[in-house]
């Protein structure tokens, strides 16, 4: 269809640091499968839809990612139920990724938005929010 995201594709720090983190949450919450793996980079599919996530080269390293700069703040995805985000936190949190905006979990996004707000190995914020408001 005109106007679908075809795929989106993310430079990282850490390439196996980074598997590890999307591989799970991917493949075992979402149901994405890995399309293709290579020594630099892996891509998750989902229907037609994947992202791909590649090694950044050893140069250009220094320039480290912050989602305030200019580019990327996050990726936010659809979750069918408010459960699955209360499942997904305590996970989260057993696993000591980085919740954002505890203090107002799970309404973070306004008071009929309910969802989990995390941070990848490199500080992208991830999304998850469910669609059963």
């Known amino acids: 269809m005109n106007g679908t995201i075809h795929h ?33 980079g892996i891509s998750f599919m989902l229907g037609e839809t994947y992202i791909v996530f590649v090694q950044t080269e050893e140069k250009y390293l220094d320039n480290s990612y912050n989602r305030k700069n200019t580019g990327l703040n996050h990726l936010a995805f659809h979750c069918s139920s408010r459960e699955f985000v209360d499942t997904l ?45």
Do not use: C, M
């Not at 941070?119 to 999304?127: C, H, L, N, S």
């Open 89 to 133: 936190t305590e996970e989260l949190k057993s696993k000591n990724i980085n919740i954002l905006y505890e203090d107002k979990h799970p309404y973070a996004g306004g008071e009929d938005y309910y969802a989990v707000f995390f941070e990848d190995p490199d500080r992208i914020k991830v999304e998850v929010v469910s669609d059963n408001e």
């Open 8 to 40: 989106i594709e993310i430079y990282v720090s850490d390439l196996k640091r980074t598997i590890v983190f999307w591989e799970w949450l991917l493949t075992e919450k979402f149901s994405y499968e890995i399309s293709q793996k290579w020594e630099s």
